[in-house]
């Protein structure tokens, strides 16, 4: 990596890391502190080395920044102005390395660039293998490409690939990473969002045969155009032997045909039989498809058990790198029959006497373990709840049982489970390898028989499987069952939107997340949790009950209350949850309260009024504020805010550029008065999207993070999914109606479904009488007659559907902003109306 070493240090190193929290083996650990524009690596170094790392790799200036050798070769850290964030405590750092000890306890890799060096270290791995390595890119379908490939492939080979969607700057490093002696082919996804970025990740992968699935408009916002982004996802095959695309897809074809590739084309095409694979019939069945090809003179068919365009789009992909490969053509045939959806999602759901399930659906190898494991031990953390995992046998790694069993044996431990429950042959053969609370069933059908399932309670509990294990059943026994309707909260939209936000902000600004009213509905406990791990400087709850439950469900950032009662003053100092404070009657209350109890400092955030007129000091009180807030030391202020009556709209510019006048003049007033730094804030999402000025110190995101923009819904993701299974259908002819009142007229003999959803679970009857719609399989099926408490019904007539299947009330393509406007309302209100019977269920993707 061209570093230069300080530390003597012997180590070997098998494991990169980038996030401090996903620490599993410490002394073989090579920790990359990264600086991203919100964060520095370099602060989690004294942490790491506290829990066993000793190598790190990190830029000059942060080596220069906190640390300084001194003549006799001790470290010791040098001298980081303590802000008020919490996790920033280096200043109280010491490694407590003894003069004896001295360089030989670590070793510091100073480089300039560490994320330089992380791709850097990756390509040199690269260069020791010849073998083929496939590099997939496109828009979409990259992961789905790479696991069926897997599937496809890996009975004959040995394979390494990416994790999950490891596609990343970073994600690729951490991929290529993976290859080692034993793997005969390898398969990485690379992903870009900007210009300029495929080139490391080419150098990386350095692929000999290139797949691009196709180009859409994910992550178009800083590319000029479409054909821009083409060309720049091409460059990652410059030096393929052989490239696989649509021909078809005309921007693709010229892209091609403009990147004077020096690579072979296996460009497949449904239109042109001069290409070299003809896809000459496509036959959607019911539940599959029939595709017949033609390649090197041959005619062949194939079926796959999808019907959408998009599988059918990525089997092409897929068949073309086998033929590339070799793979005979029946052999295709029978793999591609057997072919399976992927699942990408680590779902998090209530489990029965209190346990919590996280169900990882996605291929079973050491890669994805050791991804789910992280996930569990974080999931539990905060509970303190016994980790507990359900783990099969980890099919076709082409590693020996017991090299493989070592490891999966080392990884469990290290992360600190509690209990293992191991179903199959292989894993029952090492069961002596685990050294803790342990059962094994040969069978997933011998696990369902005995009585353990029941036994469990209070654990959170990952389940993984390989495929053939069917642990569904496992999943379906243990999982709570509940009202069918519920929403579902995308946490890794949330972070994409949280990021959204983020990249607007000045690299200092701080930022406040607003998760009052249960997270806008979402559900405050696993938003706030997520937002804490992605370092959040402020959550923001309505009332002091709020944050005392975060706190008790181990919530440790800095928590603002919005609306402090006066009567929950102790709750707030015993959780030290920091008030707003709006006038003097509740200022002097609580500097009273909090003399009584002994307390100094407690932390405060001052509200001014500048248009709002609801809460808040008005410009002239802040002398007099001053005044009494110098004659105490109860409280001191942390902040100073204000809050923006109508940033999202035009019209009312002038109004707000006024508010953002009066906040000045009187925050710096304030500030004036006292010698420590008072951070100041007034943007909420819109102000963040439309005044990009007014950042002051800190912002406070809400709407935007749960994937409603003010501005412009496009950019952001949705993070919500309310949806319900239809109950019963029945056909109504055309002179009855349905429901109460018998406001459900009919206009044609009509199908009609029930769905549980009432008004009880926020469903505004409103909506009723055909003023609005959910979605059935994608269709809009609109609402018949007066919605009733729990239940309502929709007309589906000329749409395929059965009794079971979903239907969205709001969700991805059905934008909350669709039922706020029909209702005359806001989105927020919709969002916030989701009773609490309606279950939560996360998932990441
Ligand atoms: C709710 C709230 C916000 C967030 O507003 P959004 O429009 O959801 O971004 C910001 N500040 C205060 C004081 C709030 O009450």
Redesign the pocket.
């Known amino acids: 990596m061209g570093a230069r070493r300080v530390g003597t240090l012997e180590a070997t190193v098998d494991w990169l890391l980038t996030d401090s929290r996903s620490l599993s083996f410490p002394e073989e650990t090579l920790f990359f502190a990264l600086t991203t524009k919100r964060n520095k690596g370099a602060r989690y170094i004294p942490d790491l080395y506290e829990r066993g790392v000793r190598n790190f790799v990190l830029s000059q200036e942060d080596f220069d920044e906190w640390s300084k050798e001194t003549g006799d070769g001790r470290m010791e850290t040098g001298d980081v102005d303590s802000t008020l964030t919490s996790d920033f405590q280096l200043s109280t750092f010491n490694f407590q390395l003894s003069t004896k000890q001295g360089l030989s306890a670590f070793n510091f890799l100073i480089v300039s660039n560490p994320l330089k060096a992380l791709q850097k270290l990756a390509e040199q791995h690269r260069e020791q293998f010849q073998i083929p390595v496939i590099g997939i890119t496109g828009s979409n379908g990259k992961t789905i490409v790479k696991e069926w490939l897997h599937q496809l492939l890996s009975p004959d080979r040995i394979i390494v690939r990416s994790p999950r969607s490891y596609n990343s700057q970073i994600g690729v490093p951490l991929s290529v990473w993976q290859m080692n002696e034993e793997a005969e082919l390898a398969i990485f996804e690379a992903g870009i969002s900007e210009m300029g970025e495929m080139r490391a990740l080419a150098n990386m992968i350095k692929p000999s045969i290139g797949i691009l699935t196709n180009i859409g408009g994910a992550h178009q916002e800083n590319f000029f155009s479409l054909q821009e982004k083409c060309m720049e996802k091409l460059s990652l095959f410059k030096n393929c032997d052989v490239v696989i695309y649509n021909a078809d897809n005309e921007l693709i074809s010229n892209c091609v045909a403009k990147s004077m590739l020096t690579a072979r084309e296996i460009a497949w095409s449904c239109k042109d039989a001069e290409r070299p694979l003809y896809i000459s019939k496509i036959l959607k069945k019911e539940d599959h498809t029939v595709i017949s090809y033609r390649y090197l003179e041959m005619d062949n068919t194939f079926c796959i058990p999808f019907i959408d365009d998009a599988s059918i789009e990525n089997s092409l992909n897929c068949l073309a790198a086998c033929l590339y490969l070799m793979m005979p053509a029946d052999q295709i045939t029978e793999r591609m029959v057997r072919l399976e959806p992927v699942a990408m999602r680590l779902e998090v759901k209530e489990g029965k006497q209190g346990c919590i399930l996280i169900n990882d659906s996605y291929n079973s190898d050491l890669a994805s373990l050791d991804i789910a494991l992280d996930f569990l031990v974080r999931r539990s953390e905060a509970k303190g709840m016994k980790r507990t995992l359900i783990l099969s046998d980890i099919l076709e790694t082409g590693q020996s049982t017991t090299t493989l069993y070592r490891k999966v044996a080392q990884l469990v431990q290290s992360r600190g489970i509690e209990k293992i429950i191991g179903v199959g042959p292989e894993i029952c053969s090492s069961a002596a390898r685990f050294d803790m609370e342990k059962y094994f069933f040969h069978t997933t059908d011998e696990l369902m028989a005995s009585e353990l399932l029941n036994g469990l309670h209070n654990e959170v509990i990952l389940i993984k499987g390989s495929r053939a294990f069917n642990f569904d059943l496992v999943s379906d026994a243990l999982e709570l069952k509940v009202h069918e309707t519920i929403l579902e909260v995308n946490l890794g939209a949330m972070v994409a939107n949280l990021n959204h936000y983020r990249a607007m902000l000045r690299p200092e600004t701080k930022m ?1 997340c ?1 998760v ?1 009213a249960s997270a ?1 509905g979402a559900g405050s406990y696993e938003i706030a949790k997520t937002l804490q791990e992605h370092r959040v400087d402020y959550l ?1 709850v309505a009332v002091a009950d709020e944050g005392a439950e975060l706190r008790k469900a181990g919530i440790t950032s800095s928590i603002i209350i ?1 609306d402090p009662e006066l009567t929950s003053f102790k709750t707030m100092f015993d959780y030290k949850l920091e008030p707003e404070v709006y006038n003097f009657h509740l200022l002097d209350a609580l500097v009273k309260a909090a003399e009584k109890e002994g307390i100094t400092n407690f932390p405060v955030h001052i ?1 001014l009024d500048t248009g709002m007129h609801r809460l808040g000091f008005a410009e002239g009180d802040v002398p007099l504020l001053i005044r009494r807030l110098k004659n105490q030391n109860a409280l001191i202020p942390r902040s100073v ?1 204000s ?1 923006f009556v109508g940033s ?1 709209s035009p019209q009312f510019d002038a109004f707000t550029r006024q508010q953002i006048e009066i906040f000045e003049r009187a925050s710096v007033e304030l500030q004036r008065a006292f010698p420590h730094k008072i951070l100041r804030h007034i943007c ?5 999207e439309r005044f990009p000025g007014a950042q002051f110190d800190m912002v ?6 749960y994937g409603v923009s ?1 501005i412009d819904n496009s950019v952001i993701n949705n993070v919500s999914t309310l949806k319900t299974t239809i109950l019963q259908i029945r056909d109504v002819a055309a002179e009855d109606t349905v429901g109460y009142s018998r406001k459900g007229h009919l206009e044609r003999p009509s199908r009609i479904a029930a769905i549980p959803i009432g008004y009880a679970d926020g469903l505004n009857r409103h909506l009723g009488c055909g003023h609005a719609y959910c979605l059935v399989n994608g269709k809009k099926a609109p609402y018949v007659g007066n919605i009733c408490m729990d239940v309502c019904m929709i007309d589906v007539t000329g749409i395929d559907c059965q009794e079971g299947d979903p239907a969205i009330i709001f969700g991805d393509d059905l934008p909350i902003t669709v039922l706020s406007d029909v209702l005359d309302t806001i989105p ?1 209100e919709v969002l916030t109306s989701v009773s609490t019977r309606v279950k939560r269920v996360y998932y990441q993707d």
């Open positions: 406040v607003m009052k806008y923001a919005m509200k805010f809050h999202d909420n999402t819109a102000g963040i406070r995101l809400g709407i935007g993070l003010p927020y």
